[in-house]
């Protein structure tokens, strides 16, 4: 992760890549958003929610939304 954090939501999408959002660094609740790709084993940055939190759980819908 190029941003450190904790009490994060993350789900595996339907493409097999892990979103990580949110969450806490210490500091501050975290709005931004990760990509995991287990392919390459490489985060990205990805868009962030309108609110920072954190201790949220995340799933995948059978539309593909999340």
Known sequence: MSSARIEFGAT???NGKVLACGGWNG???LS???LY???T???SLTGSMATARRGF???VL???GF
Do not use: A, I, K, R
Request: net charge negative.
């Open 12 to 14: 595996t999408l339907t």
């Open 27 to 29: 500091y501050v609740h």
């Open 32 to 34: 931004s958003c990760e």
């Open 37 to 39: 790709d287990p392919t």
């Open 41 to 43: 084993g490489t985060w």
């Open 57 to 59: 759980q995340m799933t």
């Open 62 to 64: 059978g539309n593909g």
